[in-house]
T-cell receptor, first 114, second 114 residues
């Protein structure tokens, strides 16, 4: 079992560009969660998705951020027109449909906006 | 929504001493409380968890206690070792999404000194 796979590990974008972060959940997991971690800060919830369905997006900024988890393929977190304040580590986690025992986190994508 | 507070933000102990980290939560419907350890530059990893139907759980040198009435839970690390140095996060689930969404505390930087 390869665990939760995130790519890229590091991503550098210039202000105004788009950033696309990918997350493949663990085999057998159907729930995906995205969290943002600013330098030396905690894990802030962004969005919770199941296949083709957004369950909770209460932590997503209203503009420039979107997420999807299509029927086929990885979950994608998209940030349009990035700004310096978007620089952070973005962690994806997954869990199974039943028997919830917390998350398994991916290694994260460290986004740097220059 | 759920609110989780964590104290202290930093903790320094001598090797061999015990360390205690405390968290409180706001949602009385929460029933799952995991603890994660995050080493510098790495992903958060689950180290122990507790459900609301028990008051204490132990795994070798780490233990977690839960007081549902007071809505607080604590992590206890005994015989601390240098490799215990990391940031520790508590978390609690909530009603959203069937109880699968975790809200994290702000983290405790534990430093074990030789």
């Amino acid at each position: 079992n390869a665990g939760v796979m995130q790519n890229p590990r590091h991503l550098v974008r210039r202000r105004g560009q788009e950033a696309r972060l990918r997350c493949s959940p663990m085999k057998g997991h159907s729930h995906v969660y995205w969290y943002r971690q600013l330098p030396e800060e905690g894990l802030k919830f962004m969005v919770y998705l199941q296949k083709e369905n957004i369950i909770d997006e209460s932590g997503m900024p209203k503009e420039r951020f979107s997420a999807e988890f299509p029927k086929e393929g990885p979950s994608i977190l998209r940030i349009q027109q990035v700004v310096r304040g978007d620089s952070a580590a973005y962690f994806c986690a997954s869990s199974p449909q039943t028997d919830f025992y917390g998350y398994t986190f991916g290694s994260g994508t460290r986004l740097t906006v220059v | 929504g759920e609110n989780v507070e964590q104290h202290p933000s930093t903790l320094s102990v001598q090797e061999g001493d015990s360390a205690v980290i405390k968290c409180t939560y706001s949602d009385s419907a929460s029933n799952y409380f995991p603890w994660y350890k995050q080493e510098l530059g790495k992903r958060p990893q689950l180290i122990i968890d507790i459900r609301s139907n028990v008051g204490e759980k132990k795994d070798q040198r780490i233990a977690v206690t839960l007081n549902k009435t007071a809505k607080h839970f604590s992590l206890h690390i005994t015989e601390t070792q240098p490799e215990d140095s990391a940031v520790y996060f508590c978390a609690a689930n909530g009603l959203t999404g069937g109880g699968n969404k975790l809200t994290f505390g702000t983290g405790t930087q534990l430093k074990v000194e030789l």
